[in-house]
């Protein structure tokens, strides 16, 4: 009995000590790897703490570079490099020069993505789920060559299975149909779906972001964009994925309220772009595509005929934190006036200064975010900074009627974006995600009205919504917002 003790004190003594040093390699990885100090700290005291339980949770959440993809798009361009140079110089033509005011606002972002804005576009703001899925649903029949789609919800429900039986209908006419979905959140998603879509000769793909070895457990990096394209000459992004509830059919959220835009113009094969590099990354395939330019018939669309457009993605690949800087020059930049609004308000130090210096200045700053959560934890944690929201003037309100799910900004009078980044930390360094970035003015009145529209079904609230809650709220709005870095 003596000697079977001693052989599992010793196994027991060997297990810890491998862990220990499996410990000590993660806090290197930290210290080598984290963005910021105190993102550094945090994660070394708690793998100190709490070893058995922070080194896996470490490895899973705690990593902000996502490996491997900027080197698939490059490999890409390298395989068909002959089919890309066409592509540039198709564009060339309509690329804009920006000049005066749009220096100021989008100079920063087309250094950014090595992307250019174009002019000659068409951009119609789609208010709700029944205009968009009716524009989109209308496009998709309109289609003659190929439908591109990408969301990061797919759900096995009304609109889910209209959306399925218009692919496969389409996909059996001779129609190529390749849809790109994210596994995490659509993982509610059913192997018969599935299969009647590939059944239907539907390309359909997982984006398959745990790829590689060295993102073999990396389940917190989403591709969280939505895109359709119809044939390259008409394309849609924004804040919906496919499910009743974007319908507003939800018995838990009632109305549901989010924002699209569709857009005809160059700006179209720049969106075909994006798209294109996540269907590589999934696939290692490039489908045959139009890269041919299809500029509106009438020039005199939504958006006043001739915006100026980026399709501006971002995502963890790169040095640089895209999505970061996109929201920082937006604020930055701005004279008059910052609207956003976002289901998710939890950011860094540097997003709360730079919100604080443009109210300071004298902008008006507005944050519409949702008074029913989805999400209970970032829910609570934007608890935490009203005080100092307030205390510099930024202006929150909290939308009333059913949930709020936009991700939609206007700059002035003449910067607007629509798209899937949130404000807050996912988006700016852990989801791949994209946004129409206008340059109009047509638009930013467009967008700008449409916010007051929601501002109007808001309450405005302050230090008071916090300080006036008991104590056990308080403490769970300081716990949540220990988890910000994550959210």
């Given at each position: 009995m003596f000697e079977q003790f001693s052989e599992k004190a010793v196994v027991g003594t060997l297990i810890f000590l491998s862990w220990e040093i499996f410990a000590i390699a993660t806090i290197v990885n930290i210290v080598m790897k984290a963005r910021s100090a105190p993102s550094a700290w945090g994660w070394s005291m708690a793998v100190l703490a709490l070893p058995f339980f922070a080194v896996p949770l470490y490895w899973i959440l705690g990593r902000y570079q996502?490996?491997?993809?900027?080197?698939?798009l490059r490999?890409?361009?390298?395989?068909?490099?002959?089919a890309y140079r066409d592509h540039l110089v198709t564009m060339e033509p309509h690329y804009a020069e920006l000049e005066g005011d749009e220096i100021r606002y989008a100079g920063v972002l087309e250094r950014l993505t090595e992307r250019r804005f174009t002019r000659g576009n068409e951009v119609c703001l789609l208010i709700d789920g029944d205009q968009t899925f009716e524009a989109i649903f209308k496009a998709i029949e309109s289609a003659e060559s190929y439908i591109l789609v990408q969301f990061f919800i797919v759900k096995d429900d009304g609109l889910g299975n209209r959306f399925r039986e218009l692919l496969e209908r389409k996909s059996?006419?001779?129609?190529?149909?390749?849809?790109?979905?994210?596994?995490?959140?659509?993982?509610?998603?059913?192997k018969s779906y599935i299969r009647s879509l590939q059944n239907a000769g539907v390309e359909f793909h997982p984006f398959h972001s745990t790829q590689g070895p060295s993102?073999?457990?990396?389940i917190n990096f989403r591709n969280h964009r939505k895109i359709v394209i119809v044939d390259g000459r008409v394309g849609f992004v924004g804040g919906h994925?496919?499910?009743?509830?974007?319908l507003g059919l939800s018995k838990r959220f009632g109305p549901?309220?989010?924002?699209h835009v569709q857009l005809n113009g160059p700006c179209v094969l720049s969106l075909q772009m994006v798209f294109l590099g996540d269907y590589y990354w999934a696939t290692r395939q490039v489908p045959e595509l139009n890269w041919t330019t299809v500029i509106p018939a009438d020039g005199s669309g939504c958006g006043g005929g001739d915006a100026t457009v980026l399709t501006l993605p971002t995502g963890p690949v790169g040095p640089i934190e895209g999505g970061t800087i996109f929201f920082l020059n937006a604020i930055t930049r701005a004279r008059e006036r910052f609207w956003v609004a976002t289901p998710y308000f939890v950011t860094d130090e540097s997003i709360r200064s730079a919100l604080q210096m443009a109210a300071l200045r004298g902008v008006d700053v507005r944050i519409m975010i949702p008074d029913h959560p989805d999400k209970r934890i970032p829910w609570l944690a934007t608890f935490s900074i009203l005080d100092e929201m307030e205390a510099a003037g930024v202006r929150i309100f909290r939308y009333e009627i059913g949930f709020l799910h936009q991700k939609?900004?206007?700059v002035d009078e003449l910067f607007a974006g629509v798209g899937t980044a949130n404000l807050d930390n996912r988006s700016m360094r852990l989801n791949f995600e994209v946004t129409a970035v206008v340059l109009c003015r047509d638009f930013a009145r467009q967008v700008a009205a449409m916010l007051e529209v929601d501002f109007a079904?808001?309450?405005?609230?302050?230090a008071s919504d916090y300080s006036s809650r008991p104590w056990w709220f308080r403490l769970a709005v300081r716990v949540a917002r220990l988890f910000s870095p994550v959210l």
């Open positions: 996502f490996r491997g993809y900027l080197e698939r490999e890409a361009r390298s395989n068909h490099e002959e059996r006419a001779g129609v190529r149909v390749y849809f790109v979905y994210d596994e995490i959140g659509s993982h509610q998603i059913s993102n073999r457990f990396q994925n496919i499910g009743d509830e974007y549901w309220r989010d924002t939609v900004l206007v079904r808001c309450r405005e609230v302050g």
